[in-house]
């Protein structure tokens, strides 16, 4: 069965990087995009970026341009989120989710990975 | 970018009530778009996919429609598992946004 399993919690401290994985199983992994959403607590989605595993190529959000990185190892079907100088406005859960934007569905998602941005 | 105008942002109701829940887009997105359901501590589950197909495992009592830029969910008799925060997200174009949420709570 599909399955995106995540990275497990981290806490940083203002300035810091966080990269966060993205473990894919049960299907190919360089067959579909992964896109990447974050959630504060108590607030709604917002979209990150995406990445395309085969290919390497991304598209980030612009509020993220240029503190965000989207990566991948095709040898392990895993997919990465780094994002650097961290403030406390992005301790949020971080999550993968798999689009195939064919059919244009995002299907499976990883289960989250809490990031606390704390001095 | 597109924006995603959705309503209400809480809505109440009560087991076996129809609920409708609606996603304005700021211009066309042919039919990208889709549903999920989000419980607390959850990941988000798709529930609608190109405006109006089922995901494979949703209830049938969960359908989407579209008519222009407006797209609806519907929950045809609102069942004790489904209070939960909706939203839609349209996959046009980039930036992938996602409407505000509505939260269905029971009354």
């Known amino acids: 069965q599909v399955q995106l399993v995540q990275s497990g919690a981290e806490v940083k401290k203002p300035g810091a990087s966080v990269k966060v994985s993205c473990k894919a199983s049960?299907?190919?992994?360089?067959?579909?995009?992964i896109n990447w959403v974050r959630q504060a607590t108590g607030q709604g989605l917002e979209w990150m970026g995406w990445?395309?595993?085969?290919?390497?190529?991304?598209g980030y959000a612009q509020k993220f341009q240029g503190r965000v990185t989207m990566t991948r190892s095709t040898s392990i079907s895993t997919a990465y989120m780094e994002l650097s100088s961290l403030r406390s406005e992005d301790t949020a859960v971080y999550y993968c989710?798999?689009?195939?934007?064919?059919?244009?569905?995002?299907?499976?998602w990883g289960q989250g990975t809490l990031v606390t941005v704390s001095s | 970018d597109i924006q995603l105008t959705q309503s209400p942002s809480f809505l109440s109701a009560s087991v076996g009530d129809r609920v409708t829940i609606t996603c304005r887009a700021s211009?066309?997105?042919?039919?990208?778009l889709v549903w999920y359901q989000q419980k607390p501590g959850k990941a988000p589950k798709l529930l609608i996919y190109?405006?109006?197909t089922l995901q494979s495992g949703v209830p049938s009592r969960f359908s989407g429609s579209e008519s222009g830029t407006e797209f609806t969910l519907t929950i045809s008799s609102l069942q004790p598992e489904d209070f939960a925060t909706y939203y839609c997200?349209?996959?046009?174009?980039?930036?992938?946004?996602f409407g505000g949420g509505t939260k269905v709570e029971m009354k």
């Open positions: 989710a798999r689009l195939i934007a064919a059919t244009g569905k995002v299907d499976y």
């Open positions: 049960g299907y190919t992994f360089t067959n579909f995009d």
């Open positions: 990445m395309n595993p085969n290919s390497g190529n991304t």
């Open positions: 211009q066309g997105i042919s039919s990208y």
């Open positions: 190109a405006a109006s």
């Open positions: 997200q349209q996959l046009n174009s980039s930036p992938l946004t």
